[in-house]
């Protein structure tokens, strides 16, 4: 299927060529979404799609920054919101636990960025760093410092689709800065609360599939 570039062409913040950069990314990995629920764990994709919708809205609103912001997918799977999120962000870093899981990362990048030449869009940005691990694991973000010069405390959005949010927001409450965001992915309309955090923007991209919290500090 061709990507359209229309619907985004008129947004702000990302040109026609983006836009219709961006339709290919969501075609493309919107076509091999996974989804289960079992006794080897949980495992679900971002619609892509519906992703690109939350990123226009960042954008819009300031949140995000190409030039400034550090993004960490907690549960990041093959790394295909952190290919998204690489065009719209300073660093774009992604944790999986599953190491046959992030297998799949390089493999599905390299047939995307087939697509991409061949329509003469836009490469992914070279700023995408993936660690095989638990993003609950503090000793993994030493393997982060040495190849990003980032600490966990350096990430100004960090983002999961449901999984373990709750215990994630919790990690973000105690060792994230003050004004780190958090967009939790996957809630139709009841939202989660987390303690120490609040709601930002309630339906990110309004669609009813995400929400955006920031950690503030009790005296702020
Ligand atoms: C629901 S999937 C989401 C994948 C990807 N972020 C997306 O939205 O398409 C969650 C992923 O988190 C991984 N995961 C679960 N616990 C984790 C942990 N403690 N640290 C890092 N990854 C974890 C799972 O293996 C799974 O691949």
């Known amino acids: 299927m ?11 913040g990302i040109g026609d ?3 219709r950069t961006l339709a290919l990314i969501g075609s493309f990995y919107d076509a091999c979404k996974v989804g289960y629920q079992g006794t080897e764990g949980y495992r679900k994709s971002t619609d892509l799609r519906k992703f690109a919708e939350c990123i226009r809205e960042l954008l819009a609103e300031g949140v995000i920054d ?5 993004f960490t997918d907690l549960g990041c799977a093959d790394g295909r919101v952190n290919v998204m999120m690489s065009y719209f962000v300073r660093t774009s870093i992604g944790i999986e636990i599953d190491p046959d899981i992030l297998s799949e990362y390089e493999p599905h990048k390299k047939a995307l960025l087939g697509q991409i030449e061949k ?12 660690f095989q691990g638990s993003s609950l694991d503090d000793s993994l973000y030493r393997g ?9 405390a350096d990430t100004d959005l960090f983002y ?7 215990v994630f927001a919790e990690k973000i409450c105690r060792d ?12 139709h309309k009841v939202l989660p609360s987390y303690a120490g955090l609040e709601v930002l923007i309630p ?3 309004g669609q009813q599939i995400a929400a955006l919290f920031v950690k503030r500090s009790a005296g702020g």
């Open 2 to 12: 061709k990507p359209s570039g229309k619907k985004w062409a008129a947004k702000p």
């Open 176 to 187: 994230a800065r003050d004004g780190a965001l958090y967009l939790v992915y996957g809630f």
């Open 160 to 166: 999961t689709y449901i999984t373990l949010h709750d």
């Open 66 to 70: 190409p030039s400034r912001t550090v």
């Open 203 to 205: 339906d990110v991209g």
């Open 119 to 130: 329509a003469s869009l836009e490469p992914p940005q070279d700023n995408i760093h993936l």
């Open 144 to 152: 982060v410092y040495d190849e990003t010069g980032l600490r966990f």
């Open 17 to 19: 060529r983006l836009g």
